[in-house]
């Protein structure tokens, strides 16, 4: 890297570092402008606001990260371009495309940072009881291809369900013909499942059959796992853990399509940066420069307000089967991306 590029770098990182500072501690302030009265009326409130703040800080950096690489690239270019810096890169054959290289590699460690809070910082601050939500669970019915289960009670620290009751039935023709109950199910250290006190009432030849059972087992594969805990949102569950949860549903029968949206989100998010940055880039260099700081920055967190109220809409209708995952995941950074090429292109 010459040392043009590693001006550009720097003063970029300089601009992103001050960016997220600043969104950060407004964020704060204005938080506890909200909480003043509890925050301040004992150091018990003082601490609790504190652990509250702390804890909100990975939801806090998803939302504005993007935000301050577009930011960092409006100040950027367009600080070079009152200084008349980019006339004098562009003399000596330094164009648009390989200003932005340098940016690149920070961009990169942007979404390194963006990639461990996303799947690491959540859960690492999480409360404890909110971690142990699902730890005791009552009434909870799931559905594994041809059979519809039902458990009274889920104790995950026992790794044991009480009163569990299976449906199954015919696809073609469709029709209930077993129904098996049983006091107790347990995991076993290999994943499978011991079934105790087992009543099954099965029909044949349109008559019912009834047979008990002390203890039955079964393979992991045709029983759900009931012990997860689904109290954290998959986005921020780690990326390979969110693939091999996707494997193991699949195996069961189960419906994926919002886990795959999940996971093309969380690879989505990783190059919302790049995206905002190759849209912010030749907008700040055509229109900013002769105006003021303020105007690059109304332009630059209404951009990426924008950016993230169209994620969350296109999330949405994927959420509600209106649009395939890739597209809900994809659609708003392929979009500004597009803004961003008719952007350089008119620039040239």
């Known amino acids: 890297m010459n040392i043009l590029s590693r001006y550009i770098a720097g003063t970029y990182l300089k601009f992103w570092l001050l ?39 990975p939801t806090v950096l998803d939302l504005l990260i993007p935000i301050t690489a577009l930011l960092a690239a409006m100040f950027t270019f367009t600080g070079l371009a009152r200084s ?3 006339v004098a890169m562009q003399s000596v ?7 932005l290289r340098p940016i690149a590699f920070v961009l990169v460690m942007i979404a390194a940072l963006d990639y461990v809070n996303q799947n690491y910082l959540f859960r690492l601050l999480q ?42 039935w015919n696809p073609e023709p469709f029709r209930l013909h077993r129904v098996e109950r049983a006091r107790r199910v347990e995991r076993s250290d ?9 009543v099954t009432r099965t029909l044949a030849a349109n008559r019912w059959s009834l047979d008990r059972k002390s203890a039955e087992e079964r393979p992991k594969e045709e029983f759900p796992d009931l012990f997860q805990q689904d109290a954290l949102d ?24 919002l886990y795959w949206l999940e996971w093309y989100q969380k690879t989505a998010a990783l190059f919302a940066p790049f995206a905002l940055v190759w849209f912010g880039t030749p907008l700040a260099q055509s229109h900013f420069r002769r105006g003021r700081a303020s105007g690059e920055i109304m332009v630059g967190i209404l951009g990426g307000l924008l950016f993230l109220t169209a994620t969350e809409i296109v999330f949405t209708l994927g959420k509600g ?17 597009a803004l961003g090429g008719l952007l350089f292109w008119r620039a040239r």
């Open 19 to 57: 960016s997220l500072l600043a969104l950060v501690l407004l964020v704060v302030i204005s938080n506890l402008f909200g909480n003043l009265d509890r925050a301040l009326s004992s150091q018990a409130g003082l601490l609790a606001f504190l652990d509250e703040t702390v804890r909100s800080m």
């Open 84 to 86: 008349s810096e980019l």
């Open 93 to 99: 054959g330094m164009g648009l495309y390989r200003q």
């Open 127 to 168: 409360p404890p009881d909110s971690a142990n939500s699902t730890r005791n669970a009552a009434h909870q019915w799931t559905v594994l291809r041809h059979h519809i289960i039902h458990a009274g009670r889920i104790d995950a620290g026992q790794a044991r369900i009480a009163d569990v009751s299976i449906f199954t």
């Open 190 to 198: 290999d994943g499978s499942w011991r079934l105790v006190d087992v």
């Open 234 to 257: 998959a986005h921020y569950l780690p990326f390979f853990e969110l693939s091999a949860k996707i494997r193991q549903l699949e195996s069961q029968g189960r419906r994926v399509e």
């Open 321 to 337: 089967g209106y649009l395939p995952p890739l597209v809900a995941a994809w659609a708003v950074n392929a979009a500004y991306v």
